[in-house]
């Protein structure tokens, strides 16, 4: 098991930006690919990004590319999630998470998931 504790959650008007953090404590992080999900009140859990266990490749859920950057410091045992441009609909609780498998890619999906972090929650005013 991986320990994961997330940051950076708050209130935000639309157009503005958060950082949200992950410090991950427990097995060799850097052997395992990090995600980011999010979940809306009455939603399932959506995937939002994913960053493979050395960096070097990432995905992104179609509605928060070229807004939202994922990206490690594995000396730091830290994932992050920039979030530019923010809007109401990314309202939710983001969940960070690590990969069950060693040396996984950046497909990370919600049944690939070993560990889930307390969530924190990000709110979005129009």
């Known amino acids: 098991q991986v320990q994961l504790v997330e940051s950076g959650g708050g209130l935000v008007q639309a157009g503005g930006s958060l950082r949200l953090s992950c410090a991950g404590a427990?097995?060799?992080?850097?052997?395992?690919?990090m995600g980011w999900f999010r979940q809306a009140p009455g939603k399932e859990r959506e995937f939002v990004a994913a960053v493979s266990y050395g960096g070097g490749s990432s995905s992104y859920v179609d509605s928060v590319k070229g807004r939202f950057t994922i990206s490690r410091d594995n000396a730091k045992n830290t994932v992050y999630l920039q979030m530019n441009s923010l809007k109401p609909e990314d309202t939710a609780v983001y969940y960070c998470?690590?990969?069950?498998?060693?040396?996984?890619?950046?497909?990370?999906?919600?049944?690939?998931?070993?560990?889930w972090g307390q969530g924190t929650q990000v709110t979005v005013s129009s």
């Open positions: 998470a690590a990969d069950s498998k060693l040396l996984g890619g950046a497909a990370l999906r919600v049944r690939d998931v070993g560990s």
């Open positions: 427990g097995r060799i992080f850097r052997n395992y690919a």
